[in-house]
């Protein structure tokens, strides 16, 4: 059984920029969801898509868009980078339906400045 | 919305002692309740969960405890060894089961 793998590992950018994380779901696993984590804080969702449409979302802004394609592999896109989207972003898959485990990755560290 | 408290945020324990998390929540809606544990450098990694139709569930050390009633869940290790060390969050699904909403998290210390 292959787990949640991310890409990159790291990364830096500047303010302003645009940056996209990649993300491929454990297998047959069919729902994906993002998580922000800050340093030394609980993770906080960003957005779950299922059947590549986005399934929920939580308090982001619209600079925050992601993708699911058809091998439910997953894109997260930020643009105009601000200093405070520095952070651990994290992909976890589930199967569909509420209340389904989530199953981690290990995230990309993004540091903007 | 959903919010999790979790406590304590710091646990430090001798090595064979057992160690208790605690955690309450405000949904009464919520119904999944998972512990993760997060090494340094690393995702969350899934533990134990405990649905809402059960009280107790146990795996090995680590054993899980829910009061429906009162909106408290708990995480016990027994036995705790050096490489319990890690950080712990608790956590809660949101009323349309698509968000987990965390707690602040705990660092367990465990010395040899």
């Known amino acids: 059984e292959t787990g949640v793998t991310q890409s990159p590992t790291h990364l830096i950018k500047t303010r302003g920029q645009q940056v996209t994380l990649r993300c491929s779901s454990q297998s047959g696993h069919n729902t994906v969801s993002w998580y922000q984590q800050a340093l030394g804080q609980g993770p906080q969702f960003i957005f779950q898509?299922?059947?590549?449409?986005?399934?929920g979302r939580g308090n982001f802004p619209p600079r925050f868009s992601g993708l699911q394609f058809p091998n439910y592999s997953s894109e997260l896109n930020v643009n105009a980078l601000e200093l405070d989207d520095s952070a651990l972003y994290l992909c976890?898959?589930?199967?569909?339906?509420?209340?389904?485990?989530?199953?981690f990755g290990n995230g990309t560290r993004l540091t903007v400045t | 919305g959903e919010n999790v408290e979790q406590h304590p945020s710091t646990l430090s324990v001798q090595e064979g002692d057992s160690a208790v998390i605690k955690c309450t929540y405000s949904?009464?809606?919520?119904?999944?309740f998972p512990w993760y544990k997060q090494e340094l450098g690393k995702g969350p990694q899934l533990i134990i969960d405990i649905r809402s139709n059960v009280g107790e569930k146990k795996d090995q050390r680590i054993a899980v405890t829910l009061n429906k009633t009162a909106k408290h869940f708990s995480l016990h290790i027994t036995e705790t060894q050096p490489e319990d060390s890690a950080v712990y969050f608790c956590a809660a699904f949101n009323q349309a089961g698509t968000a987990l909403i965390f707690g602040k998290g705990t660092t367990l210390s465990v010395s040899s």
């Open positions: 949904d009464s809606a919520s119904n999944y």
């Open positions: 898509y299922y059947r590549e449409e986005e399934n």
């Open positions: 976890a898959s589930s199967l569909v339906g509420g209340n389904s485990p989530l199953h």
